[in-house]
């Protein structure tokens, strides 16, 4: 609605007849009003457990690097992808590595304590700040050129129904955990079981105005005014619902129905969702949006790749055992496919009303809660990112200095134009955002 009122405004400023208006819904330089201001977006994808890093990180820095096994999915986007090493979470305190790792991961800042008791160390309870994809939502939201509907959708893929600090990564402010959504069934109805009701609305009301018109004609006058009176409210929420469907200026998506939801349907859950996320940023329900697959200590059992052990599990076997070594790199291959199958819709569905695709204006982010999982290493934690949504220099390998990961919040920030300087605990925000920017 903000875009449409804005294009309006246009029109009136220089003296155009509404009447142009269909014409000039899809002029690039309108698409966020005079001005032609790009649309925007994040996605955060997650998956657990660490990676096996010699099959992970290409051994080249720069433009000129080669894909590993676990990333080999992004072969056909290396041009558009970014992959980070050497950025660590250098948040310690409270709770155990797991813990720490999802709980710190976008919020930068130490876990509160709790009562909460994990494997080792001390227990601890929820994020003691906000994460940055909410920070950015809520930056976006003060702008009615860039609110939308919801600000942000949480999609989450097998995350357990349990509320814990091993199953939440997006935080509304301190104590405040986003619970994601698991249930594509359930994603669908809050994002499209409003249009389906005011359908069946519609219907009714176009219903009951044909059943007053024929009553009109054989009462009083007395009771045809009770009757007029009607027909005005029925007019009324007519006109309601048409203003409301406005909002909606895409189709609604088809999923497949049936879908149970539990652990060997992982690969048709994650499509769904895939195509749900991707028709809210076609339809611009949301700019921001994070992908959550199972949660830190995931013990997720891929049997489709013919893995029956869980993953947690494997992860904690010793780097000599290479049968849990190919094993747990085949399962990061899969994960990266997701991404990979993320990026191709995104880049296959145009910019509704403005330039290139959606993946030119978005940008993916593939991290993790641990660099290492049988060390529980909060070094070196993969942070790979796909597409031009905020400005980053990609078709690149970086190689960093240990740098706190903070910083690398900060730069998600600044790429929306958010110029804060500190995010999380303030002690590793120093030198600003990361020098990725092209």
């Known amino acids: 609605m903000a875009e449409l009122n804005t294009r309006r405004e246009f029109l009136k400023t220089i003296g155009a007849s509404a009447a142009v208006l269909p014409l000039i819904c899809g002029l690039p330089s309108l698409a966020e009003g005079h001005g032609g201001k790009r649309k925007q977006r994040l996605i955060i994808m997650f998956s657990p457990d660490g990676v ?3 099959n992970f990180w290409p051994d080249e820095e720069g433009t000129d690097f080669k894909l ?5 999915p992004l072969e056909p986007f290396k041009k558009q992808t970014a992959i980070l090493h050497g950025v660590c979470d250098k948040i310690r305190g409270d709770g155990d590595g797991h813990m720490r790792g999802i709980g710190c991961l976008l919020t930068g800042i130490e876990l509160f304590p709790g009562n909460v008791q994990g494997g080792s160390d001390t227990p601890a309870g929820w994020s003691s700040g906000i994460s940055i994809d909410q920070e950015i939502r809520n930056f976006l939201q003060k702008d009615p050129a860039t609110r939308t509907r919801y600000g942000s959708l949480e999609f989450g893929v097998m995350v357990p129904e349990r509320a814990d600090t091993w199953t939440r990564m997006s935080y509304a402010g301190p104590n405040q955990p986003v619970a994601p959504i698991s249930d594509p069934y359930q994603m669908f109805g809050r994002l499209y079981g409003r249009v389906k009701d005011q359908e069946t609305l519609k219907s009714v009301l176009d219903d009951l105005k044909e059943d007053i018109g024929r009553v009109r004609s054989n009462v009083s006058a007395s009771d045809r005014k009770i009757l007029d009176d009607h027909t005005t409210l029925v007019r009324e929420l007519e006109l309601d619902l048409k203003n409301t469907g406005k909002e909606l200026a895409h189709a609604v998506p088809v999923i497949e129905p049936g879908v149970r939801i539990d652990n060997d349907n992982m690969p048709a859950i994650s499509r769904l969702q895939i195509e749900l996320l991707v028709n809210s940023f076609t339809g611009d329900l949301t700019r921001v949006a994070t992908l959550q697959y199972t949660n830190s200590v995931g013990e997720s059992r891929h049997r489709w790749l013919g893995i029956n052990e869980g993953q947690h599990s494997l992860s904690h ?4 055992n290479k049968d849990a070594q190919d094993k747990l790199t085949r399962i990061n291959k899969w994960y990266c496919e997701q991404l990979a199958y993320l990026a191709k819709r995104l880049a296959e ?8 695709s959606l993946l030119d204006n978005t940008t993916i982010v593939w991290t993790n809660e641990l660099g290492k999982g049988n060390s529980h290493t909060p070094d070196n934690v993969p942070w790979v990112m796909v597409g031009g949504g905020l400005g980053f220099q990609m078709g690149k390998s970086y190689k960093f200095p240990r740098v706190a990961h903070n910083r690398l ?3 998600f920030a600044h790429g929306f134009g958010h110029r804060i300087t500190k995010f999380g605990n303030p002690d590793f925000c120093g030198e600003g955002p990361l020098p990725i920017f092209s």
């Open 68 to 72: 590993k096994e676990s990333l080999k």
């Open 409 to 411: 919040l900060l730069s």
């Open 349 to 356: 569905t145009p910019e509704p009303g403005g330039q290139g």
């Open 317 to 320: 076997e010793p780097d000599t």
């Open 52 to 54: 096996i890093q010699e």
